[in-house]
């Protein structure tokens, strides 16, 4: 009898044992797929109101820069179509670990041969000091339109997820492989440990499905501290993919394990 | 489906729910969702924009107020600055002639609301107010402001009443504390300046127009 109270027991808490592996494998593996993922948040960070947004402001800030300077907009513009980097690009070259910002040397260049080239054609005279700060001034612009600023926290976070990643996919796997080795050896009929182990696995489907749903009921991530507000929708939506994903997940593993410990009570029968 | 088969049905679905099989998995799910917003709070201090308030991009969308209308004259000699309500940033109050050139006149504007605008900067000082107000505008915008000369008239209409400044000396200033200097020691001054280069690009000194009040009603504390 004591025996086989002891056994319950440490049924149970190899089912937490493998729940618990499992949260932290698909936990791992789901942030570095989306968050930190390129092509995840690329689709987030490309959607037509930022890239309308930026545009926008890319329109306005050249016109105060045409004012300024006395250079009409459409040089700049034409500088500008020259180039094809944009918010995708910058979401590109924040995750290869570069200066996200696209302010460059080029871009000054590119800016400041334009701008001497319409001059030149108009047989207008010019400073080459002037027309080199109002080049910068273009690319400072352009890197406030469609770059990213001040990412240092997000490049450390990226960092730190890529570093851990396999540490923790590792502890994940290793907790499930050891709490099903255990409970296979429990058992002297082999057949009986798979209840247990499924146990485990819905334990997580379960936690999989109450955390997305919590996490959309209390909005976790809703109001991330970023500016402009368009950026931060668009990284509160990712967020509130990302535990849509999860509910998925959580919804499949718990219905295959439902439905295998349904079989197994028919074969029972 | 026959009577029996759907009691068999509903037994073991009965048996499933309310067994170990589910029961065991819904109570470990719920301690382990607990934990999950337990630790939360601590492990998101590591996330990113979570903290103080990251600008990625500077985006500015002020949007432009106005609150000028034309030909407001005051017959007072003096206003009380604490009867006029506080001009908020971006506000069009006002508007400039110079040389027959009129344009809008803003407060504190921002760089794409100051486009073919006189953009009076925020240091306290209102026009016809004693000290030195200092309006900018854009090179592209700078024509008339150039072409006046000493002893010209600047007229300078506002939502609390009209005004007239003269000119009383046209100057160069290499940096802002310069340009700063200019309007010192003249009762009501105003100071409009603009890039002081005349060629294409972002010159690095200003051109300064220095204006004393002729007439209009003076501002008082």
Redesign the interface.
Known sequence: MKLKTARKILCILFSVLIAVGSCLFTGAVLVKGTLCSEKYMTKFFSSGSIEQGNKNNLENELKVLAAQSNIPVRVFEAAQSLDDSDTASAVKRLFENHDPSLYNKAKIELFENMCKEYLDGNNIKYDDVQIHRTAVRATEIFANSYGFQNTQTVTSFIKNVNENYSKYTSLGLMLIMVSVLSVVLLFSEKKNAVPVILSGFMSAGFAYVLIAVCSIIFAVGKNPALYPQIYADALAFSVRCLFLILLVIGIAVSAMCVSALSSIEKMRH | MSTDNRGLLMN?FT??ISG???I???V??????AA??AV?PIAGA????????????????KKVNSIYSHAVQSSDKEVKKSSLSKIKNDTVFGEISIDGDTKELIYNAE??N???RYNLSDNGVLVGEIGCSYIEC????SDALKSIRNGGIVKIDTSYGAYQYKVIKTAYAKNEFQLSALGEDIGRAVVLYT?G?S??????SYYAVVCEMISGAKIVE
């Open positions: 073991r048996k499933l170990r099989n589910i065991v998995p819904a470990i799910a719920v301690v382990i969702t999950f917003f939360l590591s996330f990113p924009f979570t903290g103080d308030t990251v600008v990625a991009a500077q985006h500015e969308t760089s794409k100051a486009v073919k854009y090179k592209s915008d890039d280069s060629s294409p690009g972002i010159g690095e």
